[in-house]
């Protein structure tokens, strides 16, 4: 019987230690999640500052939103599952002007956000 309460002990000692490390990773993973969103943000607001090529062809000048999300995916190719960005850009070919609505985060960190 000696023997019985003493693996209780131990796997409600088990049993603490690991609720406690999976509530420290979960806050860790939380706390990832708003930090790439914050830095996400931050991104945004380098390419609002980022002056629009005036003098491309409108042709070109068109592709631009297009351009903008292969060039952010092809630097964060190693991110790829783990974080995914799309940016939302409207493009107006005839004003030569961009405009940076938005993004669209996913993958599995931002998946993982309880």
């Known amino acids: 019987m000696g023997t019985n309460v003493e693996i209780a002990k131990f796997e409600n000692a088990v049993d603490k230690a ?18 790439v969103r914050d830095s996400t943000s931050a991104l945004l607001k380098k390419l609002r500052a980022i002056p629009a090529p005036k003098g ?5 000048f068109a592709q631009l939103g297009k ?4 060039i952010i995916e092809q630097d964060a190719s190693r991110l790829k599952g783990i974080v ?5 850009v409207d493009v107006d ?7 940076y609505t938005g993004f ?3 993958g599995k ?6």
């Open 93 to 99: 070919a005839k004003a030569k002007a961009l405009r």
């Open 109 to 114: 960190v931002i998946d993982l956000r309880f």
């Open 67 to 70: 351009r903008v999300n292969e």
């Open 18 to 35: 690991a609720a406690d490390w999976a509530l420290d990773v979960t806050k860790l993973i939380h706390q990832m999640g708003e930090d």
């Open 104 to 106: 669209a985060l996913g």
């Open 56 to 60: 491309a062809p409108d042709k070109d």
């Open 84 to 88: 995914d960005l799309h940016v939302s």
